[in-house]
């Protein structure tokens, strides 16, 4: 890009104000560094826009600017957060926690230090804790907010800044159309301050006691439908905590239920670098090959692996009784597999009375559904975003759906949740509900695989395709924005890969049973759905392929799954 005088000196502009409002002095120094090499792509970069607080948080990359992820940024929405909480409550808390990543312990005491100059009342962890333990706290304190500093299952260059609710789940209408609006007109001149040690003298800035965390481990002890099988269980679970929080509380409830545990050594620690994968996330083969060549030396029985902010559980299980190779499955095969167990459990135990309720994301297997109405359950489709599934656990528990009762969430991108205390998606309870279940099944002398055929025998074997286009930069979002527009285009009879639409559904139309939403829906006359939706976090769109054996069965769709992802990722490139 050809940059003019004028155009320089706006950049200049706002490189200087960010400099003067910016503490932290790596990001001051970033940008001045731009400025004395006249890095006019970089400094516009940096600064052509402002990372946006949007319907949970804000999420970018690590670095100077205001089209950054950096202490100013983090201050700037923490002040219209406090504001909103002061409008909404006479004396207000929060709470906040924290992951392994670059740069979120020093965010969060930051955040606690503009919440306290507010006379917000701030519990921070004085260690870093996962996502579903900040949920849980949230509810046990009766608390009005909390805050976690995380990018989740981002690139190392990413963190981020989500916001619950005293419900325990993300922020959602109008909590979060409020906080975005002061939080994205905060001014540097608002941002409000004070040092740590005031704050803590004042009684403004506490630590979360600890027995909030023993009050979540004996939750979830508590939860356990057959405790007593488990712990007469021998058997082996290879983990990897990623780098990330997983690693103390997921060994912890192992632990307590006399569980044998292999880690993998290097990915043990807390490092916001990962040196050892290149995205933390446990759906990636790559993420989790350590763990799986562990599984194959220790012969474990099953294996999982969590992201940063342990919110995301992926499991591998042995392809056969030898355990030399190991099957990683899908985040929808594990749905699938936890919903049919707890929904068999909970009508063999009978320890509940209502109907069982399951929620899972649009972008979910409709497989989850057909076991939840065939064995007496109730299962609503709700829109991606954990904190629409927490909407539901409220509903519930609050009255508004009465005769029911919580029993499992889940989302196909290795989102669970098995326990109603916590409002958001938890792979600590899930490690331990998969084991659990593992454990059921090698009691009566079946493997998780043969059960997941006998499921697929029983319902139909379907499958999915998840594949994503990234656009970067200014240029990017005009993009997305036209490839929405042209797929709004499409109407029935149109073809698409080559294939005739049956229906389109446009979630941006009233009458569709769901929140106005920028997704779409496709059913073909050869039975596919493709679901399409722009992420909500990063700058891609996500296109979601789901396929169900035709006359050629099960082997046939297995075969031509290749060739059929081929042909839509052309068609959609």
């Known amino acids: ?16 104000q960010y400099i003067e409002a910016e503490t932290n002095s790596v990001f001051r120094d970033e940008v001045e560094a731009a400025i004395e090499m006249e890095d006019w792509e970089g400094l516009n970069d940096r600064f052509y826009t402002s990372l946006a607080f949007g319907t949970a948080g804000m999420r970018g990359v690590i670095g100077g600017g205001t089209n950054r992820i950096n202490t100013y940024m983090v201050r700037k929405v923490t002040q219209g957060l406090a504001e909103y909480l002061l409008s909404a409550e006479k004396e207000p808390s929060t709470v906040i926690a924290y992951d392994s990543r670059l740069f979120s312990k020093e965010f969060a005491l930051s955040a606690s230090l503009v919440l306290a100059a507010n006379g917000v009342q701030v519990y921070l962890y004085d260690m870093l804790h996962p996502v579903p333990m900040l949920s849980f706290a949230v509810r046990h304190m009766k608390a009005t907010s909390g805050i976690v500093i995380t990018a989740s299952h981002n690139p190392s260059k990413y963190n981020g800044y989500k916001v619950y609710w005293s419900d325990g789940g993300q922020v959602t209408p109008p909590h979060d159309i409020g906080i975005a609006k002061l939080a ?11 040092s740590e040690g005031e704050a803590r003298r004042c009684g403004k800035l506490k630590d979360v006691p600890a027995e909030v965390d023993e009050a979540y481990f004996s939750m979830v002890l508590s939860s356990l439908r057959r405790p007593e099988l488990i712990k007469a269980s021998d058997i082996m679970v290879a983990y990897t905590p990623l780098h990330g929080t997983g690693n103390v509380p997921v060994r912890h409830m192992l632990s307590e239920l006399g569980i044998k545990c292999s880690v993998v050594k290097e990915q043990e620690l807390p490092d916001g670098n990962f040196p050892t994968v290149k995205l933390p996330n446990p759906e990636s083969a790559e993420a989790m090959g350590k763990v799986i060549a562990l599984a194959k030396e220790v012969k474990a029985d099953i294996v999982l692996g969590t992201d940063p902010d342990a919110d995301r559980l992926g499991i591998a299980i042995p392809k056969d009784s030898s355990k030399t190779d190991y099957l990683l499955l899908t985040g929808n095969q594990i749905a699938t597999l936890l919903v049919d167990y707890l929904l068999m459990t909970a009508k063999e135990l009978k320890n509940k009375e209502g109907i069982p309720f399951v929620a899972k994301s649009l972008v979910t297997t409709d497989i989850v559904r057909r076991i939840a109405e065939k064995n007496g359950g109730e299962c609503k489709d709700v829109l991606t975003g954990f904190k629409y599934i927490a909407e539901e656990i409220e509903r519930i528990e609050s009255g508004r759906n009465p005769g029911r009762y919580f029993l499992f969430g889940c989302e196909e991108s290795y989102g669970f949740l098995t ?98 939403a920028d997704v779409v829906i496709f059913r073909f006359k050869t039975g596919e759905k493709l679901v399409v939706r722009p992420s909500g976090t990063e700058p891609k769109i996500k296109y979601y392929l789901f396929l169900t054996e035709g006359k050629g069965g099960r082997k046939a769709l297995e075969e031509n799954l290749g060739s059929i992802k081929a042909e839509f990722v052309k068609a959609l490139a």
Not at 184 to 194: A, F, G, H, Q, S
Not at 486 to 506: N, V
């Open 419 to 516: 326990v109603p205390s916590v409002h958001d998606k938890d792979a600590v309870s899930s490690s331990v509900t998969a084991v659990e279940m593992m454990c059921y099944y090698a009691s009566i002398g079946k493997t998780l695989q043969q059960r997941l055929d006998e499921i697929y025998a029983e319902y139909g074997y379907s499958t999915e395709v998840v594949f994503s286009n990234e656009y970067d930069g200014a240029e990017g979002k005009e993009k997305m924005k036209n490839i929405m527009a042209s797929l709004r285009a499409l109407k029935p009879g149109d073809k698409l890969a080559g294939r005739a639409i049956e229906t389109m559904e446009d979630l941006l139309d009233e009458g569709t049973g769901f929140p106005k």
């Open 1 to 16: 890009m050809d940059f003019t005088e004028k155009m320089k000196d706006d950049i200049l502009v706002q490189a200087r």
């Open 184 to 194: 994205n007109e905060v001014t540097p001149d608002r941002i409000k301050d004070m």
